[in-house]
């Protein structure tokens, strides 16, 4: 298969130094220089072995999108999703249908992401702290630098690390810069008079020139026309969708807000959670209520602002994707591309991330590149924290014991190939398992819920109490995980969302 080829090119070799070592010894009391001469010619001839091995490793092109949920066309999220670049994306590789993060917030999912650990292990749950504050990751190589490690150029802009990307892009190679990160915003805000500053959404700025992944989209695509003589690791990481939902009016054109679909919402959904359940995933949020929301008649424009904002992510997308067609890698890149969690808008009537169903945890994930399978799409169970270990698989790369989530290359070569769940945490003891059939929700106070998605796409009907239902519970509860590590950090929305729920659940106990 195409996939095992790709690993038996790219085998690993004996080290030159190993080679070097064992001759010095061999040598013992013989004539020591021209054993050393021989050493030395065949350590030259290995290194060059090695040196051709790595430059003919295939290069990476790994591109993170912020906060975009299933509203693509090849998802079906949305069915007015216009992202064009990403179905044709999806068309050229695997499309990994029910890939899930690890957290649903930026900082964890993406610490989790680059170091291959569940939040669970590293204590990495909220938005802070970073991935060095983490005893356990911290002990971790992570993604680009491994790839650093193994003879790759390393280099990226935007967002691909919560906020330390200048740092660790430019001491492992170059930082092109995040161009002005979330954007522009007016003086007045367009939607909402209150709230989080970044909560704003609507037809702004006036030129999409002065849209940062704009920018951004546009230095990966100059990079890409540059000589390297050894492989690359090129990270593009795009800030929409990510709240401010504001670009400009052009990409409104394309989502006439007259024939906008809201999601379709039942009033009693939540009347089959536990109070833990609802209070985790409201209490101290920052993101607008719906009821303020359907009150003020902002569905409409709010939904038209996101999938707005999805086409034009979708357009940078698909200017570094040209780019990349047009340069001399085309044909030896493997190109991944994810968002790194979900984002409700109304379902549940919630908003935002930081919940453990299907709209929180849900993301695009795509793997493409040379020999690999064409226009297939996978539904068995995926992580975000198994893109790490899929990457040295797909380069021929040692695997390395300490990363926690498992290659993809097995769904890649076949995607019904069965997999085990993919699991999303949310603070200590909040836990979402998801099977290619089911999701099942544990949180800290006990309660459960279960989600058959063969016929509830909504998780509207929570089956965890069901007695037909007892073998699936019990099958799925053997993949929560056996040790929590403490919270790490203090003080952002997610803590404070844990931190009030706890204390109304041990005020009721
Ligand atoms: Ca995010
Ligand atoms: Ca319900």
């Given at each position: 298969m195409a996939g095992n080829s790709l690993v038996i090119r790219f085998a690993k070799q004996?080290?030159?130094?190993?080679?070097?070592?064992?001759?010095?010894?061999?040598?013992?009391?013989?004539?020591?220089?021209p054993i050393l001469l021989a050493c030395i010619c065949i350590s030259q001839s290995a290194q060059a072995d090695d040196?051709?091995?790595?430059?003919?490793?295939?290069?990476?092109?790994?591109?993170?999108?912020?906060?975009?949920?299933?509203?693509?066309?090849?998802?079906?999220?949305?069915?007015?999703?216009?992202?064009?670049?990403?179905?044709?994306?999806?068309?050229?590789?695997?499309?990994?249908?029910?890939?899930?993060?690890?957290?649903?917030?930026?900082?964890?999912?993406?610490?989790?992401?680059?170091?291959?650990?569940?939040?669970?292990?590293?204590?990495?749950y909220f938005l802070n702290p970073g991935i060095e504050a983490s005893r356990v990751?911290?002990?971790?190589?992570?993604?680009?630098?491994?790839?650093?490690?193994?003879?790759?150029r390393i280099f990226g802009a935007g967002k691909i690390f919560h906020v330390t990307n200048g740092p660790v892009f430019n001491r492992l190679g170059k930082y092109g810069g995040g161009f002005g990160y979330f954007g522009p915003q007016p003086q007045t805000k367009i939607s909402q008079p209150h709230g989080h500053p970044l909560w704003d959404w609507g037809a702004y700025p006036d030129s999409t020139e002065k849209m940062p992944d704009k920018r951004i989209a546009k230095w990966a695509a100059d990079q890409l026309k540059n000589d390297f003589h050894a492989p690359f690791f090129l990270a593009v990481g795009f800030y929409r969708p990510h709240v401010p939902m504001l670009v400009p009016r052009k990409w409104f054109d394309k989502h006439s807000r007259k024939e906008i679909?809201?999601?379709?919402?039942?009033?009693?959904?939540?009347?089959?959670?536990?109070p833990y359940a609802r209070d985790l995933t409201s209490l101290e949020h920052v993101a607008p209520l719906h009821q303020w929301i359907v009150k003020n008649k902002q569905w409409h424009h709010a939904i038209q602002s996101y999938l707005a904002c999805c086409s034009f992510v979708d357009a940078c997308v698909g200017e570094v994707l040209d780019a990349l067609d047009q340069s001399p890698y085309r044909d030896n890149t493997i190109?991944?591309?994810?968002?790194?969690?979900?984002?409700?808008?109304?379902?549940?009537?919630?908003?935002a991330k930081r919940s453990l169903w299907e709209d929180g945890t849900r993301v695009p994930l795509i793997i493409a590149g040379p020999g690999l399978p064409k226009h297939q799409t996978c539904s068995q169970p995926a992580g975000l924290i198994d893109i790490y270990p899929t990457l040295l698989d797909l380069c021929g790369l040692p695997p390395d014991p300490r990363l926690e989530g498992s290659s993809l290359q097995p769904q890649i070569i076949d995607p019904s190939k069965s997999r085990a769940p993919v699991r999303t945490t949310f603070g200590p003891e909040n836990h979402a398992i998801r099977s290619r059939d089911w999701r099942y929700i544990r949180y800290r106070d006990g309660s459960e819920e279960l989600y058959d998605h063969?016929?509830?796409?909504?998780?509207?009907?929570?089956?965890?109490?069901?007695?037909?239902?007892?073998?699936?519970?019990?099958?799925?509860?053997?993949?929560?995980?056996?040790?929590?590590?403490?919270?790490?950090g203090e003080g952002s929305t997610g803590h404070l969302a844990f931190q009030a729920s706890e204390e109304k659940r041990l005020q009721k106990n």
């Open positions: 004996t080290s030159p130094l190993s080679s070097l070592f064992r001759l010095v010894v061999l040598g013992g009391h013989l004539c020591v220089l040196r051709n091995q790595a430059a003919s490793r295939p290069n990476i092109l790994l591109i993170a999108i912020d906060d975009l949920n299933d509203w693509v066309g090849c998802l079906g999220g949305h069915p007015q999703a216009a992202t064009p670049s990403i179905d044709r994306l999806a068309a050229k590789g695997t499309l990994f249908s029910n890939a899930h993060c690890q957290a649903p917030v930026c900082q964890p999912s993406r610490a989790s992401l680059l170091t291959s650990t569940y939040p669970s292990s590293s204590g990495l990751t911290k002990q971790k190589t992570t993604l680009p630098e491994r790839f650093a490690e193994e003879g790759y679909l809201t999601p379709v919402v039942q009033s009693d959904d939540v009347d089959d959670l536990s190109i991944v591309l994810f968002s790194d969690h979900g984002f409700h808008l109304g379902e549940k009537q919630r908003w063969r016929n509830d796409p909504h998780e509207w009907n929570n089956l965890a109490t069901d007695p037909e239902c007892a073998k699936v519970l019990q099958a799925h509860r053997k993949y929560l995980p056996s040790t929590e590590h403490p919270i790490l």
